[in-house]
């Protein structure tokens, strides 16, 4: 049996009968040698283990032992990642950690292997998940995990699992390799065709939230767009009639919050179009009546009891029962988004200036979510691929020739 060189390690047999691979791979600061130890049932298992063992420290990636547990990392890192995140962007970061930890939270960081990341996604796909006990239901049935969340819940365990890795803590992420099989998700939103358009405007007219629906389909803006402007972000008067966006409202109006704008592209200028413009600079000339000419912190779609936003939820109400009376399928205040991208391209304006215009930070979010065909792009192009051989000769069969 060949004995092993200088700084390659030893391998013994302790007295239970055990192999043990034993090396020195550096000192510590009072200069005290660093032990690393691997163990098998016989020795080629454990000379193969001290030889895998050498191969990383030669490599730099053996990570220093290390007794923190996933759930001591993640709250860490999640500190760290939701920094200038929205309130709701932080309060998803924290569901979806939370559901990671209930299965692998104290699993220590260097423990975690493939093996534990798929045992994760199993079970939560078998479980599923149960809410906290409340007055009105103090036993909660259990909840199944929907393939959103599993998706999610698998890419912040990555995340976090690839910051230890940065950090040298672990030497490489077990989340790699793992996937997720999930049934195409449906189709986001979709596009009003211009007769639902036409009977939806016309329920706008009467309506006292009819010119909020107007300027969302119009400028293509977000409810917490919409609600947050106030005058002093509307140019009534430039040429073309424009306004800023340079925050949002979300939650309700008795406990929202103004957040920041989505992305670094939701801060915008959008042109407004002449008809919304003329019937905004009647609102604004109704609101100085009211209550002054000091109207440029005024919300322009206010509460009446105060000025503060509407709630988010109102233009949710209205708009179904908008739709119920036209008489066309409901849709959310959303889908006005929706509608405005998707009659923009199929107009002929170009990509980019939609994906501007909606505050996209990629135009490919424009044209994979919001690009919705109408009915007249389905049945406008007609071309008969038999038609194209219609005039042309047929061949002509060779003449016949005679023998000499």
């Not at 490599?59 to 890192?77: H, S, Y």
């Not at 798929?118 to 909660?140: A, F, S, V, Y």
Request: with cysteine; glycine share 8%.
């Amino acid at each position: 049996m060949s004995k092993r060189g200088n700084n390659e390690g030893s391998v013994y047999r302790r007295k239970d009968g055990r192999w043990v691979g034993a090396v020195t791979v550096g000192y510590g600061p009072n200069g005290s040698p660093k032990r690393r130890v691997v163990y098998g049932d016989t020795r080629a298992e454990a000379a193969q283990k001290l030889t895998e063992l050498l191969d990383k420290h030669h490599k730099g990636i053996l990570a220093e032992p290390d007794a923190v547990t996933l759930r001591q990392f993640a709250e860490g890192w999640l500190e760290r990642e939701t920094v200038g995140k929205s309130r709701s962007t932080r309060r998803n970061y924290k569901t979806e950690v939370g559901h990671i930890l209930r299965f692998l939270g104290d699993m220590k960081l260097q423990a975690i292997k493939p093996l534990h990341v798929r045992g994760m996604l199993d079970r939560m796909t078998r479980e599923g998940w149960t809410p906290k006990p409340h007055k009105r239901n103090p036993n909660p049935e259990p909840r199944p995990y929907t393939p959103r969340t599993i998706r999610k819940c698998l890419e912040r365990l990555r995340a976090i699992l690839q910051d230890a890795v940065r950090l040298e803590v672990v030497y490489r992420n077990p989340c790699d390799g793992i996937r997720v099989k999930a049934p195409a998700p449906e189709p986001v939103g979709r596009a009003l065709e211009p007769q639902e358009l036409a009977a939806l405007l016309r329920e706008c007219e009467a309506h006292p939230l009819g010119l909020f629906f107007k300027l969302v389909l119009d400028c293509g803006l977000r409810k917490g767009e919409a609600l947050a402007l106030t005058w002093a972000d509307l140019d009534l008067e430039a040429a073309p009639a424009r306004l800023s966006i340079t925050k949002a409202w979300t939650g309700n109006g008795k406990q929202g919050h103004m957040t920041q704008p989505k992305t670094r592209g939701s801060r915008r200028v959008v042109p407004i179009p002449p008809n919304t413009a003329h019937a905004l600079r009647a609102l604004r000339e109704a609101t100085v009546k009211a209550i002054g000419p000091n109207i440029g912190g005024v919300y322009v779609f206010s509460s009446p009891l105060a000025n503060r936003p509407l709630e988010s939820c109102a233009p949710n109400h209205a708009l179904k029962r908008m739709c119920k009376r036209a008489g066309i399928r409901p849709l959310r205040v959303h889908d006005l988004r929706h509608t405005y991208g998707s009659h923009l391209l199929a107009s002929g304006v170009p990509l980019e200036v939609v994906s501007a215009r909606l505050g996209h930070a990629n135009p490919t979010i424009t044209l994979n979510v919001y690009r919705h065909l109408l009915e007249r792009e389905h049945t406008g192009y007609l071309f008969g691929v038999t038609d194209t051989v219609a005039h042309l000769e047929p061949p002509q069969p060779p003449a016949a020739t005679l023998p000499n």
